[in-house]
């Protein structure tokens, strides 16, 4: 049996209610798109992660350095295969 | 979620650091403490008052008053008590803590009915008083150890009941004003503490013209009263200071309403709002008969067409069908037959059964009323309600 206002009467609280040992956030935040694509696999794909547009820089260049990589040079053929070729 | 274990630094206003509120630690530690706020001592007058600022200590759950003097009458001629003696010489109790005015400012009639609506110990039962010239064992809201005023010839003075004789007519009357809506749990009582506490009771006298009408006699009026408190330690525990749940105050708060119609008479209750619960509504139509100043209307059928209360729009959860069956239901409620021809009271109890389950949320129930259906409109009639509520310390009174 608690005896208080809110078991007894059904009253609010006159405080923001913290629990001393669980502390949770008071009140729900707005949702927060930064936070929610930033988390998991989908920031790997995110275009506002700077990391997203290293990864397609170097894809472009590795990829045209595979291409060129497959250009006969003469009547040698350097072969110098790196990425697809 | 419960407050416990909650250390607000602020308590009904007023600063409190390192105070944490627990209510089952502060029971296991506290002591109850009963003292003497107002040593006996003469009042100031009828139609005067008496301020009484009261001491700042503990958790204050409730005071009690106790009137006590001579009525003198001292010539052969009738005096005739009006329908307001005696717990109406005592004309309004107003408890002011903390910043908050008149939490308690009702009637010394509806702080009597209060205390036999919630005390289960307290019974009225088969105790004798005149009222009306007739012996009354039923409904007198009065304690077999109090005297509505008695001379040594045996003549006794009541409401509207005109003594056989004159003489000297000792009476000794008491009050219990409810800080706390709960003196168990001590939901509702004032953190008095502190040297920021302001606890201040106010006794307004009734006047000697609307107490009794004198036939040609003189009368003289000896009145004492004296006020002591029940309030509990706050006790340290583990370094912190413990109360119970003191985020709330308790109100009872009366006003009166004339200009009564035959039919149904709505009467919107003031001062409804968010974060208030309505524990019980006390409520009396008096009207003046014969040149006798509130003279209650029974309580039964044929006076009373129906009572209900209702919000909103039309929405009414709750009626009842005439005065009678009114009666009834506060019987069955509070062991008192306060409906009785005495004073006629009559009480919506929200409370007492289950206050979780059945307290009205004023928060949701705009243009909160009472409706009082009268059979026959009363000449120079008004009504006394009085609200009891609950409401969250820093949402004002």
């Not at chain 2, 709505?266 to 006798?292: A, N, S």
């Not at chain 2, 069908?321 to 006629?344: C, F, H, K």
């Not at chain 2, 009504?383 to 409401?391: K, M, P, R, S």
Request: with cysteine; hydrophobic share 40%.
């Amino acid at each position: 049996m608690t005896w208080d206002a809110q078991s007894l009467y059904g009253m609010g609280s006159a405080h923001p209610v913290v629990n001393p040992v669980n502390a949770a956030p008071t009140q729900h935040m707005a949702p927060d798109d930064d936070r929610e694509w930033g988390v998991g696999m989908r920031a790997l794909v995110n275009p506002r992660n700077p990391l997203f547009w290293v990864g397609a820089l170097m894809a472009v260049t590795v990829g045209a350095a595979g291409l060129a990589g497959s250009v006969r040079l003469g009547p040698a053929k350097l072969s110098g295969s790196v990425g697809k070729s | 979620m419960a407050p416990t274990g909650l250390t607000p630094g602020q308590i009904q206003g007023i600063s409190a650091p390192g105070v944490t509120i627990n209510p089952p630690l502060f029971y296991a530690a506290t002591r109850r403490m009963r003292f003497n706020q107002v040593t006996t001592q003469a009042f100031a007058g009828l139609g005067s008052t008496d301020p009484v600022t009261l001491r700042q200590t503990g958790i204050v759950s409730s005071l009690e008053v106790r009137v006590s003097g001579t009525l003198t009458t001292t010539v052969a001629d009738v005096t005739a008590m009006s329908a307001r003696w005696p717990y109406g010489l005592a004309k309004r109790f107003k408890l002011s803590a903390n910043g908050q005015s008149n939490l308690i400012d009702a009637r010394g009639l509806t702080v009597k009915c209060h205390e036999l609506a919630t005390n289960p110990e307290c019974s009225d039962r088969g105790i004798t008083k005149f009222a009306g010239a007739v012996a009354q064992t039923q409904g007198t809201l009065a304690m077999a150890s109090e005297n509505w005023g008695t001379s040594p010839g045996g003549n006794q003075l009541g409401p509207r009941h005109t003594p056989g004789a004159v003489g000297v007519f000792t009476f000794d009357l008491t009050y219990v004003i409810p800080v706390a809506a709960d003196p168990v749990s001590l939901v509702g009582a004032v953190f008095a503490q502190t040297t920021g506490t302001n606890l201040t009771l106010e006794i307004e006298w009734e006047t000697e013209v609307n107490l009794l009408t004198i036939g040609g006699a003189t009368t003289a009026w000896a009145v004492n009263y004296e006020v002591s408190s029940i309030a509990y330690s706050i006790p340290q525990v583990n370094g912190q200071f413990v109360v119970p749940d003191v985020t709330t105050f308790h109100q009872l708060s009366e006003f009166r309403r004339a200009g009564l119609t035959a039919g149904d008479n709505e009467i919107l209750l003031p001062g409804v709002g968010v974060g208030r619960k309505l524990l019980r509504i006390y409520g009396q139509v008096t009207d003046t008969i014969g040149g006798v100043l509130s003279v209650p209307i029974p309580l039964t059928a044929a006076t009373y067409g129906g009572f209900a209360w209702r919000y909103g729009g039309n929405d009414t959860p709750e009626q009842w069908a005439n005065g009678q069956t009114m009666r009834y239901t506060q019987e069955r409620l509070t062991g008192s037959d306060i409906g009785s021809p005495v004073w006629a009271m009559w009480l919506y109890d929200f409370a007492s059964e289950n206050a979780l389950r059945d307290v009205v949320d004023e928060g949701q129930t705009s243009d909160l009323r009472l409706v009082v259906n009268l059979v026959a409109a009363p000449a120079a009639g008004a009504v006394q309600v009085a609200q009891e509520t609950l409401f969250l310390a820093p949402a004002g009174a």
